[in-house]
């Protein structure tokens, strides 16, 4: 990729949770993030990673797993999301549905967005603690 003249390269690994990683049905863990990472900067490529928080079966536990992992690869730049947008016709909105964040009918080409009732409050200010510590993180 450096041969062919790539300077920057977007990571949207979510999380660094293997545990959120299966419940968003993604086939990869964490420590193939971190090794990709390391060869991208190995051959000069700049990194700008993505978190999103909030989603089904996050935790505390799995919010403070991920900001770690997400800190551990000293990526040049990293965006902080919360809440997962919902699609129609997807396996987020019928959880969305049975955990009574959106109704069966809702129009989802409004944006709504899935985020764990018991984290609604404390994860933005965890998100902004971190980002105002962090010049190249985004909240």
Known sequence: MARAGCTDVSLGFESGSPKILAIMNKRFRPQEVRKISVMLKRHGIRQMGFLLLGGPGETKETVAESLAFADSLKLNLMKLTLGIRI?????????????GIITPDQNLLFPSFYMVPDLKHWLPEIAKK?????PNWIY
């Open 130 to 134: 971190w980002s105002d510590e962090r």
């Open 87 to 99: 699609y129609p016709n997807t396996p987020l909105a019928q959880t969305a549905i049975e955990d």
